[in-house]
């Protein structure tokens, strides 16, 4: 999938994939990844700046730790952050219902 | 496990960009990502090559980086504010009729060309998109002459006599809401 159709859903998609638990950048972009089967995968370097703009709209919380001798930062999504994906959800499905249906094929009544 | 010399070389090209707490988790993530294709691939150089198509280019970084820079967010709302402060202040000014203020001609031009240099610096950075460090730097030099010429309009604009109130009252609130604004915005910034 390409990054332009991401376009306003990437805050949401990053949200979604630290749900589950705490994750470093690296995680966060394979497990997005994996949530979606592998049709979305974002070159890892970019994942990082959005995950720093969510960190300070305070979405997510990061904090650091060594890990095989190498500082690693996590994130964990905070209360405000749950509340944003509920929210990005509930936009999604009413943005997808909605180009559904227009998209839907219809049959067009015959002329004579 | 050993890191690559392919590895350390693009991180010293994402270091001469990008600030150093990013780097420490640019590291960390592109070292994860070549032990990921390592325990994959089984080649060191295959792996590298590997690690660093799936991170993205040095530019392709650095522009994520630029893009949701806080100092060009700064920028950005600097240049859209600025005609309406421009048309706020015009219009005080000329109800309170500048040209008797007694303010010598030097200082004018001077006035007016550093406004026109931060509003053409802030153009550079909302433009710029390789060019982290410079982002930074150009935004912190133009919010600061900002905050320098609306501290010296509103010095001015209340020590002149002026029967235009209103628009005054109105200049110094847009004026004292920006250099708040700036202020406040600043020190989160200064950590990126």
């Known amino acids: ?3 332009e159709a991401l376009k306003g859903h990437l805050d949401g998609l990053l949200l979604a994939a630290l749900e589950a638990g705490p994750l470093h950048g ?3 972009k394979e497990a997005l990844r994996e949530i ?16 720093h703009r969510l960190e300070r709209a305070g979405l997510i919380s990061g904090s650091w730790s060594v890990v095989g001798g190498r500082r690693r930062r996590t994130y964990a999504l905070t ?14 499905q009413e943005f997808a219902s909605a180009v559904t249906a227009a998209l839907r094929a219809r049959s067009w009544p015959a002329t004579s | 496990m050993a890191g690559h010399e392919l590895i350390a070389a693009q991180l010293a090209i994402l270091a001469d960009r990008l600030p150093a707490q990013a780097m420490e988790e640019l590291a960390d993530g592109l070292q994860e990502a070549y032990e990921a294709q390592l325990a994959k691939l089984h080649d060191p150089d ?5 690690a660093i198509d799936e991170f993205g280019d040095a530019d392709t970084i650095t522009a994520a980086f630029v893009r949701e820079s806080p100092w060009r967010r700064m920028a950005l709302k600097l240049l859209t504010t600025g ?4 048309a706020v202040w015009g219009l005080t000014l000329l109800s309170a009729q500048v040209w008797d203020w007694p303010i010598p001609l030097a ?7 550093v406004l026109v240099g931060a509003a053409l610096t802030l153009l550079t950075v909302v433009r710029a998109k390789h060019a ?6 150009a935004t912190l030099v133009a919010a600061t002459a900002l905050i320098t010429l609306d501290t010296s309009m509103l010095a001015a604009a209340m020590s002149m006599p002026s029967s235009a109130v209103w628009p005054l009252l109105v200049a110094i609130s847009a004026s004292l809401i920006r250099i708040t604004a700036t202020l406040r915005a600043m020190p989160a910034a200064l950590t990126r």
């Open chain 1, 1 to 3: 999938m390409r990054a």
């Open chain 1, 26 to 28: 690296y995680a966060v």
């Open chain 1, 36 to 51: 979606t089967d592998g049709r979305i995968d974002l070159p890892t370097g970019t994942v990082y700046p959005a995950l």
């Open chain 1, 79 to 92: 209360a405000a952050g749950r509340t944003a994906l509920g929210g990005e959800r509930d936009s999604w």
């Open chain 2, 46 to 50: 295959v792996a590298a090559r590997a």
């Open chain 2, 83 to 86: 005609p309406l402060m421009g």
């Open chain 2, 107 to 113: 200082v004018r031009i001077a006035y007016g060309a």
């Open chain 2, 132 to 137: 982290y460090r410079r982002t930074r730097i």
